[in-house]
């Protein structure tokens, strides 16, 4: 069956603009999270969703950071005004419930550089 | 407030040699412990969970974990590596109270690189 899949795979951006990520979770995956890799380091939890409300957001790193999930499914990372901070690879993971025991299943990633 | 420590940020073995990644954590409550492995250009993989139960954990490709609650451990083993192993591995946390919201604290992940 498809799995986690993330579009697009890459973006490059200048410094300013603003980005959606996509996110597709595995069909029927009630939990989705969306986590940030920079270079050398692990993934970095941002956004949990359970269905279509955020219940934890507590991983942003500002306001100028914003993830919706508008029917239970797929999801958008929007970044606004860009910064050559916000450089790395965006991780979205789905799992099927959302407990603690869940196996998470992650995407790809998309590398989204900013210029 | 929980975290991750991956002694090694890059560790070298023969093919064949015994394979072990270190990674210790630290939490407030009892933890469920994961590794992940991720090979290049691919997402993360899990490779085995410990939850309940049984401390030494079995995954996939020949992997085990031993929970080692005295010594906040969960070590990742493997008794001969493989050319396909190289990889970079994360090993990660979840608090176990609370029932849902299982996001995982990652470790700074190790490199594993295989020798012929």
């Known amino acids: 069956g498809a799995g986690v899949s993330q579009t697009p795979s890459n973006k490059v951006t200048e410094k300013g ?31 949990y969703f359970q269905g279509t409300g955020a219940a934890d957001d507590s991983g942003l790193p500002n306001d100028r950071f914003f ?5 239970g499914s797929v999801s958008t990372l929007k970044i606004q005004r860009t910064e050559r901070g916000d450089s790395a690879v965006y991780l979205c993971a789905s799992s099927s419930t959302g407990q603690n025991t869940d196996t998470q299943y992650f995407g790809p990633g998309t590398r989204l550089t900013v210029l | 407030a929980q975290s991750v420590t991956q002694l090694g940020s890059h560790v070298s073995v023969s093919e064949g040699a ?10 407030s409550v009892p933890p469920y412990l994961f590794w992940y492995v991720q090979y290049p250009n691919q997402g ?19 992997f085990e974990a031993e929970f080692k609650k005295s010594e906040t451990s969960f070590h990742l083993t493997k008794p001969s590596a ?5 990889a ?23 490199k594993l690189s295989v020798k012929p």
Request: aromatic share 12%.
């Open chain 2, 18 to 27: 015994l394979v072990l990644l270190r990674c210790n954590y630290s939490s």
């Open chain 1, 17 to 47: 603009k603003y980005v959606e990520l996509r996110c597709d979770p595995i069909s029927g995956h009630t939990a989705l999270y969306w986590y940030r890799q920079s270079l050398g380091q692990g993934p970095e939890f941002l956004i």
């Open chain 2, 88 to 110: 970079e591995y994360f090993c990660a946390v979840s608090e176990s109270y609370g029932g849902s919201q299982g996001n995982l604290i990652f470790g700074k992940g190790t």
């Open chain 2, 44 to 62: 993360l993989q899990l490779l085995l969970k410990y939850t309940t139960g049984a401390t030494l954990v079995k995954g996939i490709n020949g």
């Open chain 2, 82 to 86: 493989h050319m396909s192993d190289a």
């Open chain 1, 67 to 71: 993830a919706v999930r508008p029917e």
